[in-house]
Every structure is written in C-alpha cells, then in structure tokens.
C-alpha cells in the first residue's frame, strides 16, 4: 500500500527547528517550549467536538456502556494510560474504560512492527471484548489514517456504536468514519514526524478532558473533589480524609468517623455530615439520586 506522506500536516517540516542540530540546549529546549505552546490552543478550537464526545459517553455510562479508546504505538499507549488512571481517580469499574493498542499487551512496551496495518485486527479486538452499540468508541491516531483503528472505527459503525476519533490532520479518512471528529491541527513537529511529541500533547490533552468531564457528569466529582476515590494505600485513605473535610467544612475526627460508618465511602460520609442522618439513610439517599450528592442533600431538605 502506497502511503502519501507529503499531505500530513504533522510529516510537514517545521521551519522554526530546521537548524535545531546547530543550537545549544538550551536553545534546543526553547524551539521545542514555543511548540509546545502552540498545543493548547489547538486543542482549543476543538471544544464544542470534545463537548460533544463527552455527552455521549456520560450518555453510554449512565446505560452499562463504555468507553473503549482503540489506536497504535504512542496514540495506542495513551489510550491506555487514560483508561488505566480511572478506576483508582474515580473509582470506577475496570472494565468502564479500556484502551486496546494494536499488537495486544506486549506492545505497550515494545513496538510490534506491522500491527498497526491491520485493518481486520482492529475489529477482531474489538468482537473479543464483546463491544456492541451500548459503547463508544475512541479511534485515536496522529495521522488520522491508521488502518487497525480504521478498521474497529467500521467495526463500531456496524454494530450502529456512536464512533469518535482523535487525529492531527484534517480531511483524514477517520474524520470521513467518525461521528463526531476531535481534530487538533498542531502543525509540524520540531523533529519531523515525531507525532509523540506535539500531536501526542494534544491526544493526552483531549483524553484527559474526554474521562474528567464525562466522570463529573455521571455525579463522580462533588465542586471539584473526587468523592468517588478509594482507598487502596496509605496515601489514598489520607486523601479521603482530605475530602471529606474539604466537602464538609468538618474536623478531622468527625470525617474519621464517618468514613469508618461509612466503610470509607466518601460520599456517603459527606452526605452523613451535611445533612445529619445516619449511614443507612444517607446510602439510601445516594441510590434514590443516582449517586449525585448535591441531589441527595436537596432531597433531605
């Protein structure tokens, strides 16, 4: 197969690092910093489609589904990275996201040459997981042409799956399969073709505000704590205390208290505190309201 290089953006030579050999480091350093800044502005001009991607995996967790990121080397790395942060960020469950990189397992270490040209391995991925059209799929790739996330974005739209994808270049064939197309259009990498380093800023960038904010709307974070947390280390449990107290206003011994009723159950300890009921009704109150706490503290008002 014949690929076309010369009509990526991100294989485009960057005029402003074309002498980056002859420069010192910290010149070196300055030409990558000023690129880099270039990223979140980027990212920006693609909020209203990141806005959109995140209503519909809110939407597909809030029905059993979930948010499955599929892409190749760097892109394939970051969607697992993403995924593998959530249940210990917001206690969610393992299998609510998951990131699937061409290659399998051994290559979020080692490069698997080929793997990424495998347009039927795509889908083969995503039929061994069980995906259906009660989750969403992420296709992630710098070039927007990879064909193993290709061939899962079809896949997906088969099965009638809301498909998403995060790519560099604009007009890319995934842009064609997509329903909604995050587009971050970064420019020339300061060494030429190095999509990991700019393009793959802006991946991590969207990633992050993709299960963040999908993960506030499904009630996971109260003002901007993680209520959800648990309480897997050392660290963790004092965290939760921290919560606690920040949500609450409360002493440090009366958020003990109710996280030892509670089982360490932040919520249910914040809910326990603010309104003055006991564990089983402040549980009671958070399944009646979904798990949301400001609904909760509403309804015992």
Same mark, same amino acid.
């Given at each position: 197969?014949?690929?076309?290089?010369?009509?990526?953006?991100?294989?485009?030579?960057?005029?402003?690092?074309?002498?980056?050999?002859?420069?010192?480091?910290?010149?070196?350093?300055?030409?990558?910093?000023?690129?880099?800044?270039?990223?979140?502005?980027?990212?920006?001009?693609?909020?209203?489609?990141?806005?959109?991607?995140?209503?519909?995996?809110?939407?597909?967790?809030?029905?059993?589904? &979930?948010?499955?990121?599929?892409?190749?080397?760097?892109?394939?790395?970051?969607?697992?990275?993403?995924?593998?942060?959530?249940?210990?960020?917001?206690?969610?469950?393992?299998?609510?996201?998951?990131?699937?990189?061409?290659?399998?397992?051994?290559?979020?270490?080692?490069?698997?040459?080929?793997?990424?040209?495998?347009?039927?391995?795509?889908?083969?991925?995503?039929?061994?997981?069980?995906?259906?059209? &009660?989750?969403?799929?992420?296709?992630?790739?710098?070039?927007?042409?990879?064909?193993?996330?290709?061939?899962?974005?079809?896949?997906?739209?088969?099965?009638?799956?809301?498909?998403?994808?995060?790519?560099?270049?604009?007009?890319?064939?995934?842009?064609?399969?997509?329903?909604?197309?995050?587009?971050?259009?970064?420019?020339?990498?300061?060494?030429?073709?190095?999509?990991?380093?700019?393009?793959?800023?802006?991946?991590?960038?969207?990633?992050?505000?993709?299960?963040?904010?999908?993960?506030?709307?499904?009630?996971?974070?109260?003002?901007?704590?993680?209520?959800?947390?648990?309480?897997?280390?050392?660290?963790?449990?004092? &965290?939760?205390?921290?919560?606690?107290?920040?949500?609450?206003?409360?002493?440090?011994?009366?958020?003990?208290?109710?996280?030892?009723?509670?089982?360490?159950?932040?919520?249910?300890?914040?809910?326990?505190?603010?309104?003055?009921?006991?564990?089983?009704?402040?549980?009671?109150?958070?399944?009646?309201?979904?798990?949301?706490?400001?609904?909760?503290?509403?309804?015992?008002?």
């Amino acid at each position: 197969m014949k690929i076309d290089l010369t009509q990526l953006v991100t294989e485009s030579r960057n005029y402003a690092s074309q002498e980056i050999d002859t420069l010192s480091t910290i010149e070196i350093l300055k030409v990558i910093n000023d690129e880099d800044k270039k990223v979140a502005l980027a990212v920006e001009q693609t909020l209203p489609a990141i806005a959109q991607a995140v209503d519909a995996i809110a939407a597909a967790f809030q029905n059993g589904g &979930r948010l499955i990121y599929i892409g190749a080397g760097t892109s394939g790395r970051l969607g697992i990275l993403d995924a593998s942060e959530c249940p210990p960020t917001y206690g969610s469950a393992p299998e609510q996201v998951v990131g699937l990189i061409a290659g399998g397992n051994q290559a979020i270490l080692k490069a698997v040459e080929n793997a990424e040209d495998d347009f039927e391995m795509g889908a083969e991925d995503l039929k061994a997981i069980h995906f259906s059209e &009660r989750d969403v799929l992420v296709g992630i790739a710098a070039s927007g042409r990879t064909p193993y996330v290709l061939g899962a974005m079809n896949y997906a739209r088969s099965v009638k799956a809301t498909v998403a994808c995060i790519s560099c270049n604009p007009n890319s064939p995934m842009v064609a399969v997509a329903d909604i197309a995050i587009t971050a259009i970064v420019g020339a990498e300061v060494v030429t073709g190095s999509s990991r380093m700019k393009a793959g800023t802006a991946q991590k960038l969207v990633l992050n505000m993709l299960t963040t904010a999908a993960m506030i709307r499904i009630g996971k974070v109260y003002g901007n704590l993680m209520v959800d947390v648990e309480a897997t280390n050392a660290k963790l449990v004092e &965290r939760q205390k921290q919560i606690v107290m920040q949500a609450t206003d409360c002493e440090r011994e009366q958020a003990e208290i109710a996280l030892t009723a509670s089982n360490g159950h932040c919520k249910t300890a914040i809910v326990m505190i603010l309104t003055g009921v006991d564990v089983v009704t402040a549980t009671a109150l958070l399944q009646q309201n979904n798990g949301y706490i400001r609904s909760a503290i509403a309804k015992n008002v």
